[in-house]
Structure formats: structure tokens, C-alpha cells
């Protein structure tokens, strides 16, 4: 054996030990999770709840490769539209289960939960979702991927992760000083069921997604016909492991099946639907991502001796001073990046990946920036403006759609080529 097979050999051994070993760190990291949960629990019992559906939400993101972002550049760079189209199903799905959530509460004479994400549809919404969707475009990722990114060991998000969380502090205080303005207050605040009955804004919204789903079908087969579509590709370690031995549950067949082999994008979309609704009922409010990132930029910021004495920042000291880990919102977000960690290395996965030059950092630092500007600007990203908004029937997740839309796409076509995430050309991989 010559002595490049024997170093070839050596790498081998070595990932075959990592790999191994990853389960057992990734369920030791779950157990060290639920015990800090239920000692949290004592401080506050919303923390291990909050706590716990992150990690669940983290676990959904990683296990299906799922991706609000994704769903806009995935189908503009390779044609192929099921993250897209799984985007929509879940949209309709949560929008069957919050109206029933909600007609339920309606009826009882209790609060109706999730109308907090019923936004008033001005200025600031589309133009923060317009820069909020360049800044995902540069960045690799929106709110919640950037976070189950990071999770996964990607140096792209880490990275992305400082500019995002410093860059919603500036946002804060340009919303709030637009939404004082004149141009501001010019705008309205629509709950559709006030206007259409839950039934009427059931079949309105679900109409509006057929129609978005037949301009993804008709580009797909655009695309096709041009001759540049690339369809979806798993990894081989994804992959069902062929298998015509009897069932035996304490196999790898049943390991690769339980923890390794990749859910469907369909899968992942119909399973944060459901994760939707469970935070809808037990919380009284919808999904949100980015506005613990304040209370985290100026708790950062305070260990420099800087001082927030404006009023738009009082909730977010209040909440740096009782601690991060003591603020619910804050430990959903850690909770799906440890949900992400746990997902590859229960499959063996956990790498850092480092693959990018100075000049990608650069647009990452630009783009962590933007999204965390233009996310408080609009008063939510991809989630808490866009999911949740449209889900709760609410006008302004439809007109915060319309500009991350041509936001993201016009990033796309601008810096092709110019960041390592963002092919030089649509038509290649």
C-alpha cells in the first residue's frame, strides 16, 4: 500500500469515528436541553415550553433541508419548484387551522389568538420586505434558516448572524421614526375574516395560493422546455438504505430510517404547519423570529458601555437586563439552533463549513445586515411578517410578500456571480 492510500485510509477511519460518535454528543446535547428546560421551568414555565418547540422547529428545518428563503432562489437558479410549492401547502394548511383556531375563540367570547401578527400595511412593511429580501439573498438565508444554519455548523451563518442581530437595533428606530411620519400613518389594517367571515378569507387566501401555485407549475415548465431545470438531488447518505432483511428495531436500517434519511421538503412544510398552529394555541400569539435580535444587540452592546435611553428601546433593555436566557422568545430561537445541531449529529453530519473567500464575507456581513434592518423595519422577517401574517389572514403579510419578493429576485439577478452562494447564472448549478 503506497503511502497515499495509507492517508487516504487514515482520513476514512477518522470520519467513520466522527461519525459515530455524533449521535451519542447529539443525544447527550437533547438530555442536557430538556433537564436545563425543566430548571428553567422553575423561573418561568412558559421557558421550557418556548424552549422545546425551537428545538422541534430547528429539528423540522434541518431534517427536511426546508427554507423560507429557499423557496424564492431555488426554483429562480434550477427551475424545479417543490420547496415552493411545499411553501404554499403549508401556508393553506396553517390558514384551515388558525381559522378554526380562531372562529373557536370567537365564538367562546375568549381573546383571538394570533391577531398580535395583524399588521397596519404602510411604508415600513413594504420596505423593509423589499430589503429585507436583498439582505437574504446575500446572507444565504432568512431568519430561521440562518439560525438552524448555524446550527448546522455553517461559518456562512455565523457570520451573517453578528451583522443580523446589529443591524435590527438601526431598524428599530427607522420604524419607529417612519411609522410617526406623515407617509407613515398613510396605510390600513385589514383582518380579512372582519371583511370576508372565516369561510369567505379561508377560500380568498387559499385562491390567491392556487393562483401562486400555477405560476410555479407554468415556470417549472418553462424552464423545462428551455432546457435548463435541474431537479432535486439527495446526498447519498439521505438516501432510504436498501434494505430486504426483516424489520429488526435496534438495527442501523432502522437508525438511518428513524434519524439520518432526509424528510421531504412536502414532509417538512405540513410538519411547521402543525408547529404553527400548536404555537398559535399554546401561546395566544404566531410565530416570530427576529425581534428577540434586539434584546440580544443591545445586551452586546451594554458589555461596551453603551447606553439605549430611547424610548423604542425600553422593552428590549428591560428584557437584556432579566437575562437572555430568562426572555421566551430568545430561547425559541437558541432552541432551533440546538434543534439543527441535534438533527446532524444524530445523522453523523455536524461539520463546520468554511468554504468561502473575503469578499463572501463581506456580502454576508452586508446581507446579515440588511435582513436585521429591514426585518424591524417591517416589524418581521420571513416568519413574523410573512408566514404568520398571511396564516392570521392579516393584509400586510400579502403586501410584505409582494416586495421580499422583487427584493429577493432583483438581488439574484444583481450579484449573480459576485457571492459564492448566488450562481453566476441561473442556468447553472
Known sequence: MDISNRIDLTKTNELTKKKKIQPVIGLALFIAVVVFGIVK????????????????????????????????????????????????????????????????ATMSGADVPGLSSVKFLNISVLLGGFIFGIGMMLAGGCASGTLSDLGEGAGRSMIAMTTFVLGSLPG????????????????????????????????????????????VRRYENFRKKEGYYEATVYEDQELPIPNQEPFKLFSYATFHKLFVQRWSFMIGGILLALMFAFILISTGHSWGVTGPFVSWGVAFL????????????????????????????????????????????????????????????????????????????????????????????????WGFFLTLWMGGILALKVFAGKVNIIPPDRHQK
Not at 434541518?62 to 401547502?89: C, D, H, M, N, W
Not at 407617509?183 to 367571515?197: C, F, H, N
Open 302 to 397: 451594554q458589555l461596551f458601555g453603551v447606553q439605549f435611553t430611547a424610548p423604542v428601546f425600553a422593552d428590549a433593555v428591560a428584557t437584556a437586563n432579566g437575562g437572555i436566557l430568562n426572555d421566551p422568545g430568545s430561547l425559541r430561537n437558541i432552541g432551533i439552533i440546538l434543534g439543527a445541531a441535534i438533527a446532524f449529529l444524530l445523522a453523523g453530519r455536524l461539520a463546520f463549513d468554511g468554504k468561502f473567500k473575503v469578499r463572501d464575507v463581506i456580502y454576508y456581513l452586508i446581507g446579515g445586515f440588511l435582513m436585521g434592518f429591514g426585518a424591524r423595519l417591517a416589524g418581521g422577517c420571513n416568519i413574523g411578517a410573512l408566514f404568520s401574517g398571511i396564516a392570521n389572514f392579516s393584509l400586510s403579510g
Open 41 to 104: 421551568g422553575n423561573v418561568d414555565q412558559k421557558l421550557p415550553l418556548f424552549l422545546m418547540t425551537g428545538l422541534a422547529l430547528g429539528y423540522i428545518l434541518t431534517r427536511s433541508r426546508y427554507g423560507f428563503a429557499g423557496g424564492f432562489k431555488r426554483i429562480y437558479v434550477t427551475g424545479e419548484g417543490s420547496l415552493s410549492t411545499a411553501l404554499l401547502v403549508m401556508f393553506a394548511l396553517a390558514m384551515v387551522l388558525a381559522a378554526g383556531i380562531q372562529w373557536s
Open 172 to 215: 428599530l428606530m427607522a420604524q419607529d421614526a417612519l411609522n410617526n411620519s406623515a407617509i407613515g400613518q398613510i396605510g390600513v389594517k385589514l383582518y380579512l375574516p372582519d371583511v370576508l367571515g372565516y369561510v369567505g378569507a379561508v377560500a380568498v387566501s387559499i385562491l390567491m395560493l392556487a393562483g401562486l401555485y400555477l405560476v
